[in-house]
């Protein structure tokens, strides 16, 4: 706690003599809330909806040179800064604003759900798949789990299955 949240404190209670003058009170904003004014909050709130998500794609400094234009003609000030816009693009949703400037083919793609019909594949990591490229790697055995090391560049033309077949003995540690 800070010296100043101290003696703050220590006013509200000899001002009141009350113990409930020592409780948090309820503040407006906070995170992701917005603190505008009504006004303010309605003009912003239009031109998103409105003209930033749409096809037209405005750029977020764009958005906030426009909005600061419309709050500055309706008389408005202070005038909201670039931060607090770009602030409450940040808030919105990437989906929604992805369906609403780049299509609904576009959102769906990045955020729906890849089903796909490997068998046996239930889970994520269910089955992986070893490529045969260059490998800088050693196989060795260790407590029943197969590890790769980096050591010299190798092919690696085997999977898993075959590794006894391929390689040489592998030493095991006991």
């Known amino acids: 706690m800070s010296?100043?949240?101290?003696?703050?404190?220590l006013q509200n209670y000899q001002s009141t003599e009350l113990l409930s003058s020592l409780l948090n009170t309820k503040?407006?904003?906070?995170?992701?809330?917005?603190?505008?004014?009504?006004?303010?909050?309605?003009?912003l709130d239009d031109f998103l909806n409105t003209k930033f998500l749409s096809l037209q794609k405005f750029t977020p400094?764009?958005?906030?040179?426009e909005i600061r234009r419309l709050c500055s003609?309706?008389?408005?000030?202070?005038?909201p800064?670039?931060?607090?816009?770009?602030?409450?693009?940040?808030?919105?949703?990437?989906?929604?604003?992805l369906r609403k400037r780049?299509?609904?083919?576009?959102?769906?793609?990045?955020?729906?759900?890849?089903?796909?019909?490997?068998?046996?594949?239930?889970?994520?990591?269910?089955?992986v798949q070893i490529d045969h490229t260059l490998l800088s790697a050693s196989?060795?055995?260790?407590?029943?789990?197969?590890?790769?090391c980096l050591r010299k560049a190798c092919p690696l033309p085997l999977m898993i299955g075959d590794v006894e077949q391929s390689w040489p003995a592998l030493p095991t540690h006991s």
Request: aromatic fraction near 10%; include cysteine; charged fraction near 25%.
């Open 61 to 65: 400094a764009a958005a906030a040179r």
């Open 3 to 9: 010296q100043p949240t101290i003696y703050r404190w």
């Open 102 to 127: 780049e299509g609904p083919k576009a959102a769906r793609e990045a955020f729906g759900v890849n089903e796909g019909s490997i068998p046996d594949a239930d889970w994520p990591l269910a089955m």
């Open 81 to 97: 800064s670039h931060t607090t816009v770009y602030r409450h693009i940040e808030w919105m949703s990437e989906e929604v604003k």
């Open 139 to 148: 196989i060795w055995q260790w407590l029943g789990i197969w590890q790769c």
């Open 27 to 43: 503040r407006d904003g906070g995170s992701e809330k917005s603190r505008l004014r009504e006004d303010v909050k309605l003009i």
């Open 73 to 79: 003609n309706a008389g408005i000030d202070p005038l």
